[in-house]
């Protein structure tokens, strides 16, 4: 969902779905911006809930798993169902899945030139190679491929930077992921999906399942004003 200045009613209307937590941390941000963007992701995140889960959209609870994963309450009964949440500049996306450990992440697009100082900072050798062998218009696009795959995949899992970011390896097209070896994670077991909301962001979605199982996925677009829900 696109977050780009909506107006004031609209926002009221997603602070009423909040719980009081969420209603102070969204008083805490200094930049209108920033605030404006945590009470939409939650607005979208309790309304995604609410279609999947079948309790209206303010009676969702939380808990914070050992990262800091949020997690759904289990007294709500509703532990089965696996969400995450991210947003950027402009844009905000929740996943949501039943019995799946799920991770999502968007960012801005944006031609900072550093993407090498951070690609060597926390990629690992095969993708800072991968990063190197793009033509320098391509550099942009496949960087934020592989930052959206990376946080994807560490959200999924709720390590959040609690793992090292060099401890698993992503190749393009197609997508695949390597884990560096003693690592007990299952690189068979992970299904990444890749999309582009819009022209200036980049979305990925990371799976981690327990067995070999088909997966369907469907992709929503909300939009912001009228709460209206589009197929993609
Ligand atoms: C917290 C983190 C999990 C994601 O942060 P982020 O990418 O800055 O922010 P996003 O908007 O994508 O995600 C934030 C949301 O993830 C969820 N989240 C928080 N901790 C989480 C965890 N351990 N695992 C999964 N999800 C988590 C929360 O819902 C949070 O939103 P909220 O605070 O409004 O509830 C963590 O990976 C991080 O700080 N990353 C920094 C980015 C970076 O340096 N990347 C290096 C290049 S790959």
Known sequence: MEVDAPPVTTIREWRSCLDAA??????????????ITYIGAHWLLR?????????????????????????????????????????????VACAVATGVAIGIDVELISSTRAEFDIASRYFGVDEIALLRSKPPDEQSQTFFRLWTLKEA??????????????????????????????????????????????LRHAMAVAMRLSTAQPVRLSILRIHPLDGSVASQ
């Open 153 to 198: 995949l560490i959200k999924a899992t709720g390590e959040g930077l609690h793992r090292a970011l060099d401890s698993f390896s992503f190749s393009l097209d197609p997508t695949a992921v390597t884990f560096r070896s003693g690592d007990v994670e299952q690189a068979g077991a992970w299904v990444f999906f890749e999309y582009r909301p819009t």
């Open 47 to 91: 309304n995604a809930l609410a279609a999947t889960g079948g309790l209206p959209p303010s009676q969702w609870r939380f808990v914070t798993g050992r990262h800091g994963k949020p997690q759904i309450d289990a007294a709500l009964g509703r532990s089965d169902l696996c969400f995450n949440l991210s947003h950027s500049k402009g844009l």
């Open 22 to 35: 969420e209603l102070a941390r969204s008083d805490g941000f200094y930049f209108d911006a920033d605030r």
